[in-house]
């Protein structure tokens, strides 16, 4: 088949035209409660056009929902990087710390964000009407935290032992050792785990939202859904995707700048 | 008293000893080099004096000390360069620097740093990374980084094999001068009996392993200046290459035999745990691991 110069913006096209097909025709059959693309746009029009209002707690613009769950992903992965990085460095480096919390680790990694996140609001019951914060805080860290910790992991195992032997012949400190020679070697396994640690807060931010209800896509998607205004339940997905596949795709970028390292 | 010296030196990794029994012993200022086939054991001999290695039996000795760690006083010029690929040229020159002369002022540490990239040639190409140079570039940031930290004793491994002809002559005539003038200790390995010829006072040929000794050792009594096209006429070093050869043929008649080693390509792509979108890679099939093959024959 003859290739057209446009095959990357009619492809993808033509599939959104086939979802879209697919989704009209199962809300005018089967699905009844679906609501139609159309309808979805016209009850979405507000949200979208003018996506920084704030109309009220939980009716405001889709951005500025997007926002709050984004400066909520920010603080959870940050705390999931600073943590998950030294953490990742003492498995790499220490046998008896990996042979000690390995186990645990193989463990605690499957556990679901729902599950996480009651145990996250009991620990901040104190701190009371801010339970939720740092609950959904402690979720987002303690799931992100893994892929961080793993992949940290397997790059400090992996750092060739011929960059070893430089700074053993120049009898380099253990910070220098450090700083110098398994940073550097590691940082691109590091930004793999980094990249795929967002991934993962941002999926647990909706879970933690939809659970304690504050305002954000997740809490507004769940809102809605109480509410039975179910077109703005297609368009929290809508943006919760556009918003994870524009993470992703900046962490790639980043990612592959330290790649050939 | 042997400035180094190796007693009964024996290394194995695990299996059958690379090398066995070796005894050697350098005096200051020596010039020594160390033929022998690919993996007759010469990198592993080398790393043992460097003090990378620790050898199963035995013991080596430097300057009446026990070698238990590797240090700056030995300045190795590895096999594969082993360039740090985040550092430009200068930076890792700049590193050895800095460790083997914590002493001196940053203005003075910066002047010797740019005097040995000048002394390789590289000073257009100081602020490039390592995987924006050819392997031989590479090669000679490697040779300026064991040159500038001013060893007592220089282990060089193979540290002109990726060089044209020209650049090879040039850093041969360098490392003669340095070895003459700073009276330096010098061990090359080398797999060229003509350079082995050219620079040193004796060479050791390895017989291959496992179980490598090392073999009668060749004195050269050729006069110094040793110059590369006169030499070629010269009855005595005609007699000296063929004696070396012919004790490595000897040694390399009892084997025959393919070496087998599994290519392990540098720079490997992280593996990323989760595998996001793309494959998640899978474990290679017998048939799609790339293995070297080196026949070796005589
Ligand atoms: N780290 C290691 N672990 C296991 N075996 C090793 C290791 N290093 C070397 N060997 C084995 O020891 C033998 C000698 O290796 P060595 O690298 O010393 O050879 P070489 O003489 O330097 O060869 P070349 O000329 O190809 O560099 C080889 O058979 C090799 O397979
Ligand atoms: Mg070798």
């Known amino acids: ?26 809300s005018a059959t089967w699905a009844s409660n ?40 920010a603080q959870g992965y940050a705390l999931a990087v600073l943590v998950g990085t030294p953490i990742g460095f003492l498995l790499g480096l220490s046998r008896t710390f990996a ?25 901040f ?33 992996a750092v060739p032992q011929d960059y070893l032997n430089v700074g053993r012949v120049l009898k380099l400190s253990r910070w220098k050792m450090l700083t110098r020679i398994l940073i550097p070697a590691t940082l691109p396994y590091m930004f793999t785990g980094f990249r795929l640690s967002l991934g993962i807060a941002w999926l647990v931010i909706v879970a933690a939202e939809m659970l304690t209800g504050r305002p954000g896509v997740g809490g507004f998607l769940w809102q809605e859904y109480n509410s039975l205004i179910y077109e703005h339940i297609i368009l929290s997905i809508i943006v919760i995707g556009l918003v994870g596949f524009v993470l992703d795709r900046l962490m790639s970028l980043l990612e592959s700048r330290f790649k050939t390292a | ?88 040229v200068y930076e890792n020159i700049a590193l050895a620097v800095e460790e083997a002369f914590p002493n001196h002022s940053p203005a003075a540490r910066r002047q010797h740093v740019e005097k040995y990239i000048a002394l390789v040639n590289l000073s257009p190409a100081r602020d490039k990374l390592p995987r924006q140079l050819s392997g031989g570039m590479r090669q000679r940031v490697s040779v300026a980084r064991a040159l500038a930290l001013d060893p007592q004793i220089l282990l060089l491994d193979e540290p002109l094999s990726a060089l044209d002809a020209l650049t090879r002559a040039t850093l041969q005539d360098e490392i003669e001068r340095i070895w003459s003038t ?17 620079l040193a006072d004796r060479i050791i040929p390895l017989t291959t392993g496992p179980g490598a000794a090392l073999g009668e050792p060749v004195s050269v009594g050729l006069a110094r200046p040793r110059d590369r096209k006169a030499l070629n006429h010269d009855p005595e070093f005609k007699r000296l290459r063929a004696l070396v050869t012919s004790q490595l043929l000897g040694y390399g008649a009892r084997r025959r035999c393919t070496v087998r080693t599994k290519l392990t390509l540098p720079d490997i792509l992280p593996e990323d745990l989760d595998a996001p979108r793309t494959n998640r890679r899978r474990p290679l099939r017998p048939h799609e691991i790339k293995r070297e093959e080196i026949t070796v024959s005589t």
Not at chain 1, 1 to 26: E, Q, T, Y
Not at chain 2, 189 to 197: F, G, K, R, S, Y
């Open chain 1, 1 to 26: 088949m003859k290739r057209l110069k446009l095959d990357w913006l009619i492809l993808p096209l033509f599939g959104l035209a086939v979802i879209l097909a697919a989704w009209a025709i199962s």
């Open chain 1, 34 to 73: 679906l609501p139609s693309p159309l309808k979805t746009w016209e009850s979405s029009r507000d949200y979208v056009l003018q996506p920084f209002a704030k109309r009220g707690e939980m009716d405001q613009g889709i951005l500025r929902f997007t926002w709050y769950s984004l400066v909520l992903v």
């Open chain 1, 99 to 123: 042979r000690t919390f390995d186990p645990l680790i193989q463990i605690l990694r499957p556990v679901s964000p729902l599950a996480w996140l009651p145990l996250g609001l009991v620990l």
């Open chain 1, 125 to 157: 019951l104190n701190t009371g009407k801010e339970a939720g914060t740092y609950g959904a805080l402690f979720t987002i860290a303690i799931c992100s935290m893994w892929p961080t910790v793993l992949n940290t992991a397997v790059g400090v195992r």
């Open chain 2, 1 to 88: 008293m042997a400035f180094l010296e190796l007693r009964n030196v024996s290394k194995g990794y695990g299996g059958p000893p690379v090398l066995e029994n070796i005894n050697l012993t350098l005096e200051r200022g020596e010039f020594v080099a160390i033929v022998g086939y690919s993996g007759s054991g010469k990198t592993t001999l080398l790393s043992l004096i460097a003090g990378l290695q620790r050898p199963d039996t035995g013991t080596v000795r430097l300057n009446d000390l026990e070698v238990t760690a590797p240090g700056p006083d030995r300045g190795v010029v590895f096999q594969n360069y082993s360039l740090l690929p985040w550092l430009t």
């Open chain 2, 182 to 198: 700073d009276q330096k200790t010098v061990v090359l390995i080398t797999n060229d009996v003509d350079e082995a010829l050219l």
